[in-house]
């Protein structure tokens, strides 16, 4: 825990904690050591107890550059406020100066343990914006929706992974992290690269899978059956685990609603909202899963339910492997299609050298054609669409609008973790410093997504 | 959607002369400033937001529509001037809001049981600097989880004065989407608790989600040859 005051003149030696006298009061820098010391020196000093502590944003438990501020008396939080915006990169902003395909490249950036359900959101809105949802060929969305579901487990295995590690389990740490490994390496094969890889595009996908990726599907889904319990016998039965998660960071649902908390924390509250069952994309209504809930609206019902959320995905991907048939990946109309065929080069993945050979030897036509939608893009009517997805933090939506030019001109997410870490300050007030990690843990926010 | 961006030459074709015309562009390649050599220097768009829709809006859109402007008339709130206009446009419809009329309206949308749009999902800014008079739009979708609705409200202020009333007392979970909305576009949100920047920093000048906002950015070498800054790029106005 720090602020953003050093200091020098304190020896090392004596204390992990330099004061100083400001204008607002004594400002302590903690750098690690033992916290009984700073509230020693702090008591010794005046009678009040209550100080202000400035967690992050610079601190491993914040889920990146969060930063807390919390007013404390004793023990107790009577107060706190989360501070946003120090990973803030204008991806909206960069999004109007380039064509709509581009627009991939930057929203798989935003909330980056959930990049599959970010170029899915955006392009769905691209989709219905061009009117051409309903010609997305059967093989890319079911593509998409295996893509979608193993990234909700690559997603919860972090959330639980950090969330025990957090709590000194690190145990849960070694093992989310693991399986999550599994998760990148299909992810690799598939798409190229295990994060940010760009592989969903408006009108389908990049490409087709490779050879071998349906083996290694299902190899990682009969892994992760043997996997996931372990989950279950090492934390959901343990007393220590389950001491320091049970009624902490508690969010009823009318709170959930008023705050507009989605995903596992409004379900956690017991109401089985989720967007694949109450408003169906990609073809959610043909396939067979359930909806988890709790109704203990706690961290440790938020745990139990991704625990049974990852065993609904693995249901739904067994579900996507048996219903592959082959088919293009990318719609029909080649004013929107990228004529990509992708191969391996000197420098990385890019256009095969055979295929501009082919336009660039045989087709004057084609080779502007290609020249055209690569540089130019596709143009989108005017209008405007707002498209969601279930993503494993909830609702992940994109308003999105067209002035029928080949660049969105304008593109906004409403990031589920950005609404979501608004429900801090009602979940942590009253309780102990030492649950505001675990409550701001069963959150699961990704700063990435939170400031965009 | 080919069909028609085929028959106009790349440019798709207006969606009937009902639309409301937020811009007019001239010009490609954006040459805007000084001698235009392209050629397309005579090219003109006028740029058409989808128009107001007559009844039936179709799907639950009707019972919406009915059961708002009832309710407003129960509370002796005229439904046309709360309503400026009903837009039914890609299966989605949009109630464009007096913004007088914004508090009343969201809360009777939340409250009244055939309605119940009990969650927000956040308030989101369009720039438009060419609709004189309208040129900040904030756009608030609305979701039932009731009745499994969505329906979107757009209120529209002129930039000389950006103010629209908070809803924030009625949907708390704007508090953070209104701050961003102000932080990028500078929307004064009247009656929010703590209107303060939340991306940008505190004393930081401007409103970057606007048009007149440049991008930044600086040009970049690679493999011998100059890539001028994403702005500075040709685009195809």
New interface residues.
């Given amino acids: 825990m720090s602020t953003s005051h050093t200091t020098r003149t304190t020896p090392r030696a004596t204390a992990s904690a330099g004061a100083r006298e400001t204008t607002e009061g004594t400002v302590y820098t903690v750098s690690g050591g033992d916290w009984d010391e700073v509230a020693e020196a702090v008591t010794r000093r005046s009678d009040d107890e209550r100080i202000i502590v400035n967690m992050g944003p610079q601190h491993p438990s914040t889920h990146g550059v969060l930063r807390l501020i919390l007013e404390i008396d004793g023990e107790t939080v009577t107060e706190a406020r989360a501070g ?2 120090y990973l ?1 990169t ?1 991806i ?3 999004l ?3 064509t709509w395909t581009q627009g991939t490249t930057f929203v798989t950036r935003m909330d980056y343990l959930t990049p599959f359900y970010n170029e899915a959101a955006y392009c769905l809105g691209v989709e ?5 949802t309903d010609d997305i060929p059967d093989r890319a969305t079911v593509i998409r929706v295996l893509l979608m579901e193993l990234n909700r487990l690559s997603s919860h295995l972090v959330a639980i992974a950090t969330g025990g590690m957090e709590l000194g389990a690190t145990t849960v740490m070694i093992y989310g992290f693991r399986d999550r490994e599994h998760c990148l390496d299909i992810f690799e094969l598939i798409t190229g690269l295990r994060m940010n890889s760009a592989y969903i595009r408006p009108g389908g996908l990049a490409q087709d899978l490779p050879p071998g990726a349906i083996e290694q599907l299902r190899d990682f889904i009969r892994k992760m059956k043997k996997n996931l319990p372990e989950y279950d016998k090492l934390c959901s039965g343990n007393p220590v685990f389950k001491a320091r998660l049970t009624d902490v960071g508690y969010l009823d649902l009318a709170g959930c ?6 995903g596992p924390v409004l379900r956690s509250a017991g ?1 089985p ?1 989720d967007l694949r069952k ?2 169906p994309y990609c073809g959610y209504e043909t396939y067979d899963f359930e909806v988890p809930t709790t109704d203990t609206c706690d961290s440790m019902g938020r745990f139990l339910l991704r625990l049974e959320e990852m065993h609904q995905s693995l249901r739904i991907m067994e579900q996507c492997i048996d219903r592959l048939e082959p088919g293009p990946v990318m719609v029909g ?1 080649k ?2 299609a990228w004529p990509a065929q992708l191969a391996l080069g000197p420098d990385g993945l890019g256009n095969s050298l055979d295929h501009i050979r082919n336009i660039m030897g045989t087709s004057m036509e084609a080779l502007i054609h290609h020249f055209k939608l690569v ?12 498209t ?1 997805v279930e993503s494993p933090k909830g ?1 992940l ?1 994109v ?1 999105m ?1 067209s ?5 969105p ?2 593109v ?1 997410f ?1 990031d589920p973790s ?2 979501n ?2 429900a801090t300050a009602a979940m942590c007030e009253g309780g102990m410093v030492a649950d505001v990690i675990v409550a701001v843990a069963s959150i699961d926010p990704v700063m990435g997504g939170v ?1 965009r | ?2 069909d ?3 028959r106009a030459g ?3 074709a207006p ?1 009937g002369n009902t ?1 409301e015309t ?2 007019r562009r001239r010009g490609m390649f954006g040459a805007n400033n000084g001698g235009d050599t392209s050629g397309y220097s005579g090219l003109r ?1 006028t ?4 128009g107001a829709s007559s009844r039936p809006y179709g799907g639950y859109f009707d019972e919406v529509a009915d059961e708002l402007e009832g309710a407003l008339e129960e509370q002796g709130v005229d439904p046309e001037t709360a309503i400026e206009k009903t837009v039914v ?2 299966d ?1 419809l ?1 109630f464009h809001i007096a913004r007088a009329y914004l508090p009343q309206v969201a809360r009777t949308l939340r409250d009244d049981p055939a309605l119940r749009f ?5 308030v ?4 438009n600097p060419a609709d004189t008079g309208r040129e900040l739009h904030a ?1 608030y ?1 609305l ?1 039932s ?1 009731t009745h ?1 609705r ?1 329906i ?1 409200l757009e209120v529209s202020v002129p930039d000389a004065d950006p103010h629209i009333p908070s809803v924030v007392d009625i ?7 209104e701050r961003e909305t102000f932080d ?1 576009f500078g929307i004064v949100f009247d009656g929010h608790p703590a209107l303060t ?5 505190d004393d930081w000048q401007g409103f ?2 606007r048009k007149d906002y440049p ?1 930044g950015g600086i040009p970049v070498e690679y493999k011998g040859a100059q890539i001028p800054a ?2 500075q ?5």
Avoid at chain 1, 128 to 132: E, V
Avoid at chain 2, 47 to 50: D, E, G, L, T
Avoid at chain 2, 197 to 201: E, G, W
Wanted: charged share 25%; proline share 7%.
């Fill in positions: 946003i915006g803030h204008g909206e902003k960069n109007e100066y380039r219905k914006l061009l009117g051409i609603l008023a705050l507009g908390a989605t109401l909202h109450s408003d109309d004013k929107i540089t130019e893009g596709f143009r989108v009517p005017p209008g405007q669409v707002y969601a609702e939506g308003h609008v002035d029928g030019g080949t660049r001109y304008r906004h409403r950005f609404t870490l608004q400031d | 959607m080919s028609d961006s085929e790349g440019v798709p969606r639309g937020i811009a768009r740029v058409r937001m989808p446009d890609r989605e949009t009990e969650l927000c999902t956040g989101s800014g369009v720039h756009v979708h979701r989880i499994s969505l979107r949907y708390p979970t704007n508090d953070w989407h990028f920047r939340i991306m940008m920093p970057p989600q991008l994403p702005d790029r040709r685009s195809y106005s």
